[in-house]
């Protein structure tokens, strides 16, 4: 990367790579990609820590949609 990524986003080249471990794993689990377990794996952080950041980047910790929440209640 160049140095320029770094200073614009006030970062050192290791908490950079910290979060875009963190930016990687919780949009791959955004995606279906990942489960929790292996999303935190990636991250480097326990799956407990990894639930704390999902809330705090805005992301549902359930991996179902409307839909297959209705049919799941609905016996289907």
Do not use: H
Request: charged share 25%; no cysteine; glycine share 6%.
């Amino acid at each position: 990367m160049p140095r320029s990524v770094f200073s614009a986003l006030r970062q050192d080249p290791l908490n950079f790579v910290a979060e875009m471990r963190w930016a990687a794993a919780i949009k791959w689990y955004e995606m279906g990609r990942l489960s929790q377990a292996k999303a935190a794996e990636v991250a480097g952080i326990s799956r407990s820590e990894f639930l704390t950041a999902l809330a705090r980047y805005g992301v549902s910790p359930f991996q179902y949609d409307a839909d297959e929440i209705v049919a799941e209640v609905m016996g289907d």
